[in-house]
């Protein structure tokens, strides 16, 4: 059988978000794509008319690989904390989506769902639609901007070069981070600090919403 006979589009673009993942963005063309599966560029053309439409078929099956979004479980925060991990997890998995996202706004319906969840939470909770748009935008932008910036949790080669920066300050010039150099360490990634900030977020929104239905009272 032709090894062109056994593809889809979904495959077209599982292939394609293999590639990135491991090679980054950047690597990816139509041409790279279909040497890689073994076809011709053309026949890639059948499935997508488009590299553009192949970016966006990536980020649908990047999202159909996120943890089920389990709306009505837990107290609105553990709801919104639930679906922030997933987003952490699934940019972690699919570093692709990073990438792709800081390159153009991820509006496919599949990459809405998580929007979608988040506002119905927060909706019910009894936020207003503009509290709850911008509580949602302020958590993914942390999320987000944690995956971006933490790679492999920090640890390793760049946790020894931050040390190391950190010990070649001058002291008398720099007292507040040579006496908090290895706190500074550790608070470059992992799991605490994600979990850190994702907490000081969701007391913030709680505050608010307290705030509301005081003002409202």
Do not use: C
Request: charged fraction near 25%.
């Amino acid at each position: 059988m032709p090894r062109s006979a056994s593809l889809s589009r979904e495959a077209i673009a599982r292939a394609a978000l293999d590639l990135t993942d491991r090679e980054g963005v950047e690597a990816l063309s139509m041409r790279t794509l279909a040497d890689r599966l073994e076809v011709g560029t053309m026949t890639l053309y059948g499935y997508f008319a488009s590299k553009d439409e192949l970016l966006e078929a990536m980020v649908a099956t990047a999202t159909e690989d996120a943890p089920a979004i389990a709306v009505g479980a837990g107290t609105w925060k553990e709801q919104l904390a639930g679906l922030m991990r997933g987003v952490r997890a699934t940019l972690a998995e699919h570093p692709t989506g990073v990438a792709l996202r800081l390159q153009r706004p991820l509006l496919t319906p599949a990459a809405l769902r998580v929007t979608e969840a988040a506002m119905r939470i927060m909706d019910e909770a009894g936020f207003t639609p503009a509290q709850a748009a911008r509580a949602y935008r302020t958590m993914f932008v942390y999320t987000f901007g944690f995956a971006s910036f933490n790679p492999s949790a920090a640890d390793g080669e760049a946790k020894r070069r931050a040390r190391t920066a950190l010990g070649a300050l001058p002291e008398a010039e720099y007292p507040s981070l040579a006496a908090a150099s290895d706190e500074l360490v550790d608070a470059m990634g992992g799991d605490e600090q994600f979990e850190f900030g994702l907490a000081l977020l969701l007391d913030g929104l709680e505050a608010e919403l307290r705030s509301k239905v005081s003002s409202e009272s």
